[in-house]
């Protein structure tokens, strides 16, 4: 069974850093792309980045330059460091593997406010 398991929430000043984590279980990590989505209030689900096996990137245009998306295959983790915070990243952030199924995170609360 797959497990997908962020830890914590967020709450950051515009301008500020925060870093997510998600750890894996149950899959073969190192042989998975990972996605990171966000959903706003009342907004859809939008695709933010994406690490391949082979550790290739790709970023939504809004947050390129400012997030960096990595991964430990040794600790089946993966994390995405954002920087340069904004008020409109705000947003449940999840992580996102495909095996036979869509595999989610629980979401991660990231609320940036001064």
């Known amino acids: 069974q797959v497990r997908l398991v962020e830890p914590g929430c967020g709450l950051v000043q515009p301008g500020g850093s925060l870093r997510l984590s998600c750890a894996a279980s149950g899959i073969i990590f190192s042989l998975k792309t990972v996605n990171w989505y966000r959903q706003a209030p009342g907004k859809e689900r939008e695709l933010v980045a994406t690490?391949?096996?082979?550790?290739?990137?790709n970023y939504l245009d809004s947050v390129k330059g400012r997030f960096a998306v990595s991964r430990d295959d040794a600790k089946s983790t993966t994390y995405l460091q954002m920087n340069s915070l904004k008020p409109e990243d705000t947003a449940v952030y999840y992580c996102?593997?495909?095996?036979?199924?869509?595999?989610w995170g629980q979401g991660t609360q990231v609320t940036v406010s001064s």
């Open positions: 690490i391949t096996p082979r550790g290739s990137t």
């Open positions: 996102n593997v495909r095996t036979s199924t869509n595999n």
